[in-house]
């Protein structure tokens, strides 16, 4: 195998007779990747039409967008039209438009061939997280009455140009979707038997107007490497495969852990995204934050009578906002993690909370019993104060993961990415209650 070192030597010394048979024995993504962080914008065009055409496609479909961008506008319009009308899938094709600018989108679509325009023009019409935006029409479908080797024949005859044949799609003559066989199916069954037979019945599928984390749960439940998207119909118009799942958990997922840590998601990678871009991600969350954290100074200036004659319940405060804070995000961790992966529904509210209410009394009495141990040791005689501070220890954990893991169920039950309900706001939220625990339990207690 070749490594990047090796290949830049090639590009370097213009030995594209050995760059190209290292391509041949090199996988589509290995050379994507290769592409994309290795070369120059001015060397990339050159570079990919040194690719053997049976690796070009794949190899497009792996890249990045600002390589893929930077590629259709190097190359000539007869390219475009090739790879557009004859390589790539249709899937990978309307994921390319997405990204590219106004005037390379409109390059394209005048390359691409009527046929393909329209069915393009169609799959762009969707919603852009539903599972229409994903899919792809190159599947396989047969009908119920062929025998296994008129199937078979069908196969070998349009396969070559389908996304996938390890699963095919038995429909009727109104395209409605009646069973599923695959490849082991067929090759396990005899010639003459027909697919009416052999056929699963018991269908998973899913529409057009599904969200895409739909798609993605179902291939993850049932083991899919592809699902079955109808329209409202039930007449089959394309297949989500297992790759666009993968893409669509990773989009998911990066999503997620940006909205946790109060950002605004980014369509590029972190290395291709603009300084200006990646402040203008951050600012409004943290002025947001930053704004609401003023309550937690509203209350300290309402108490400012009680730490003026108790100097030592300042001291302490810095401990207990952070145990509920921290205790709010293990709370609300679990809970949107459990959300993503499908372990927790909305209805089961009252059942999270009274479980995260039993946790919290006992982490809270674990901690309120070495606090007031701590307290006592570091301040001799202050017994009053250890009290106060480990009684609103109890209460700040309890309210820290009652809050932590009601919010982001309430986020979802208001149509909200459970995600936004995270650290930096459960911390800001928690920080307020816990220090107007604090003041009301130290001025019942010490009669300030």
């Not at 090199?26 to 914008?41: M, T, V």
Request: glycine share 4%; with cysteine; charged share 25%.
């Amino acid at each position: 195998m070749y490594n990047t070192d090796e290949l830049q030597t090639m590009v370097r010394e213009r030995r594209f007779t050995a760059l190209r048979i290292a391509f041949a024995q090199l996988n589509p993504a290995d050379i994507a990747e290769f592409l994309s962080e290795e070369l120059e914008k001015m060397q990339l065009a050159l570079i990919f039409r040194i690719i053997p055409k049976d690796k070009a496609a794949d190899t497009f479909a792996y890249l990045d967008g600002e390589a893929r961008e930077s590629l259709i506008g190097s190359i000539t319009d007869h390219e475009i039209a090739d790879l557009i009308n004859n390589e790539l899938f249709v899937d990978d094709t309307v994921d390319m438009l997405e990204e590219l600018p106004a005037n390379l989108v409109k390059r394209v679509l005048a390359a691409a061939n009527p046929e393909t325009r329209e069915l393009i023009n169609r799959f762009l019409q969707y919603p852009e997280d539903s599972a229409g935006s994903i899919m792809t029409d190159e599947f396989v479908d047969l009908k119920a009455g062929m025998t296994v080797r008129q199937a078979f024949d069908h196969i070998r005859k349009i396969g070559e140009d389908k996304e996938t044949i390890y699963t095919c799609y038995v429909i009727d003559a109104n395209r409605i979707l009646q069973g599923v066989v695959n490849a082991r199916d067929l090759m396990l069954s005899d010639y003459e038997a027909t697919l009416r037979d052999i056929m699963h019945v018991n269908l998973i599928s899913a529409t057009t107007t599904d969200d895409r984390e739909f798609v993605s749960e179902l291939c993850s439940k049932y083991d899919l490497l592809a699902v079955p998207i109808t329209d409202s119909e039930r007449r089959l118009v394309g297949i989500v495969t297992v790759d666009d799942v993968l893409h669509v958990i990773e989009q998911e997922a990066t999503e997620d852990f940006e909205l946790m840590a109060a950002m605004k998601p980014s369509e590029k990678p972190y290395l291709r995204t603009g300084v200006f871009s990646l402040a203008r991600n951050r600012v409004m969350w943290l002025m947001l934050l930053m704004i609401s954290a003023t309550l937690s100074g509203s209350i300290l200036m309402h108490y400012e009578a009680a730490f003026a004659m108790v100097p030592l319940l300042v001291a302490l405060m810095p401990m207990l906002t952070d145990t509920g804070g921290n205790a709010g995000c293990q709370s609300s961790t679990l809970i949107i993690r459990g959300m993503a992966v499908g372990e927790i529904e909305p209805r089961d509210i009252l059942l999270v909370v009274w479980k995260e209410l039993r946790v919290s009394l006992l982490c809270g009495a674990a901690l309120a019993a070495v606090n007031f141990v701590r307290v006592l040791l570091v301040y001799p005689g202050q017994t009053s104060i250890a009290f106060v501070v480990s009684i609103a220890l109890v209460a700040t954990v309890i309210m820290a993961k009652v809050v932590g893991s009601a919010l982001p169920i309430i986020a979802k039950v208001c149509k909200l990415d459970p995600a936004i309900m995270a650290a930096p706001l459960i911390t800001t939220l928690v920080d307020a209650g816990a220090l107007l625990l604090y003041f009301e339990i130290a001025r019942l207690v010490l009669h300030i």
